[in-house]
């Protein structure tokens, strides 16, 4: 069984900053792709950021320039940086990741959620 944890979200007036952690756990040999995405009330599931194992990133045209994504895959751990954060960026953040395990192939895990409210 694999988990990920996230942690870091809270309150903060608009242009400041967050940074939010995701650490997986449990039977892992090697974590592909993990990504960060957002659920705000009301709204579907949406792509922030990913990137690959190598480093290689992706952002959604609302995140760039503003939030940065990196990873340390000796800690099974994927970051986000959130600055110049805007009302709108209000949500819950989830993290997911391609999880290769001992004696099973690739699975999908997602984390439980950490709320991002931003004050305007």
């Known amino acids: 069984q694999v988990q990920l944890v996230e942690s870091g979200g809270g309150l903060v007036q608009a242009g400041g900053s967050l940074s939010l952690s995701c650490a997986a756990s449990?039977?892992?040999?090697?974590?592909?792709?993990m990504g960060w995405y957002r659920q705000a009330p009301g709204e579907q599931r949406e792509l922030v950021a990913t990137?690959?194992?190598?480093?290689?990133?992706n952002y959604a045209d609302s995140a760039k320039g503003r939030f940065t994504i990196s990873r340390d895959n000796a800690k099974n751990t994927v970051y986000l940086q959130m600055n110049s954060l805007k009302a709108e960026d209000t949500a819950r953040y989830y993290c997911?990741?391609?999880?290769?395990?001992w004696g099973y192939g690739v699975n999908v895990y997602w984390g439980q959620g950490t709320q991002v409210t931003v004050s305007s």
């Open positions: 997911k990741g391609s999880v290769t395990g």
């Open positions: 449990g039977n892992i040999l090697r974590i592909g792709v």
């Open positions: 990137i690959t194992r190598d480093g290689d990133t």
